[in-house]
């Protein structure tokens, strides 16, 4: 039984000053509606465009995983292309990934007893079904997070770090994460919890989400350009050839793009600009909605990866009667 006399956690303004970004239309009546918030960052970091609140912190969820792979390259792992891109991955789970993911381990020296991600079936259905079929069970190697994990424990390897604790938050790859986040982002952590897969995850301003992707996508050299390097080249592997993300990064010239658990998107964009929206109820049917429109807003081209994003139909008896559509961006 909770504790009623703990004082409520705080409300960051990003979720109790955000606007409605989203309507859910079915047979031309407005059914639902979503409230977010979304930011653009210029190559300086200076707020371009804000619709709601974008000081506030959030959990960036899996859309920090970029900067968990560059703290990783920062210290020394040396893995590159696809491989790097699946250290920076939620993927779908597919024979390709999986095998990668091994591939991670196995140049280590390790396996997959080493990993401590959360068990479960492959993120994609076709990839589950067919798992499900073979008579397999939840496995963590073929989790969606295998892939950053099997890096985190190659960094390890690479520094001759403890192996059982690097979930810990005072283990020296986390301690390096935390600062490679401040770094990015310019924000400290604000808070910091246990995501779905069992790492830390660390509350930042979505402006400072935006403002890292910025960073990453605009570098040229050193381990930033490499991380965004492998994202570009290999984006089914950062999702999955049935993803939104795979076909943005793919549809977008120079960009690289990550989403996240509870409705969180983040791009780069090539001249440093960066994107970042968060949903404020975690709908994810919303967020690729409104990423959408603030990139059209923007002018960002890429007609097909764009169409991709918004392409959320509403169904009735199977068939589309309606779909979610992005308003006042």
């Not at 918030?37 to 899996?62: H, K, N, Q, Y």
């Not at 892939?147 to 001759?160: I, P």
């Not at 984006?235 to 049935?242: A, D, N």
């Not at 996240?260 to 998107?265: F, N, Q, R, S, T």
């Amino acid at each position: 039984m909770s504790d009623l006399s703990l004082p409520s956690p705080a409300l960051s303004a990003t979720l109790t000053d955000a606007p409605i970004v989203a309507h859910v239309v079915r047979g031309g009546f407005v059914e639902s509606v979503h409230r977010g918030s979304a930011v653009v960052t210029g190559p300086d970091g200076a707020v371009l465009l804000e619709i709601g609140d974008s000081s506030g912190p959030v959990f960036p969820r899996s859309s920090s995983k970029p900067l968990q792979a560059l703290a990783m390259v920062r210290h020394g792992l040396a893995t590159n292309g696809a491989l790097l891109a699946l250290a920076c991955a939620s993927h779908s789970g597919e024979d390709f990934h999986v095998t990668a993911a091994r591939e991670i381990l196995s140049g280590a020296g390790l396996s997959e007893t080493d990993l401590q991600n959360t068990p479960d079936f492959p993120y994609d259905e076709t990839a589950r079904i067919a798992w499900i079929a073979g008579g397999l069970p939840k496995q963590a190697i073929a989790q969606n997070c295998s892939g950053k994990h099997a890096s985190m424990l190659a960094t390890c390897v690479a520094n001759d770090w403890d192996l059982a604790g690097y979930r810990n938050v005072d283990h020296p790859l986390q301690v390096g994460v935390i600062e490679t986040v401040t770094d990015l982002t310019g924000a400290a952590p604000t808070a910091i919890s246990v995501d779905g897969c069992g790492a830390p995850i660390h509350a930042v301003p979505l402006a400072g989400l935006a403002r890292a992707f910025g960073r990453l996508a605009a570098a040229v050299t050193g381990p930033e350009a490499k991380v965004a390097s492998a994202m570009r080249r290999h984006p089914e592997f950062v999702g999955g050839t049935r993803r939104d993300v795979t076909a943005l990064i793919r549809g977008v010239e120079g960009a690289i793009a990550k989403d996240g658990a509870e409705a969180v998107y983040a791009m780069g964009l090539p001249d440093g600009r960066g994107v970042a929206v968060k949903i404020v109820d975690g709908s994810t049917r919303a967020a690729p909605v409104l990423l959408a429109a603030v990139l059209r807003r923007i002018g960002v081209s890429g007609p097909a990866a764009l169409a991709a994003l918004e392409n959320h139909p509403v169904l009735g008896h199977g068939e589309p009667v309606g779909s979610v559509v992005a308003v006042g961006v």
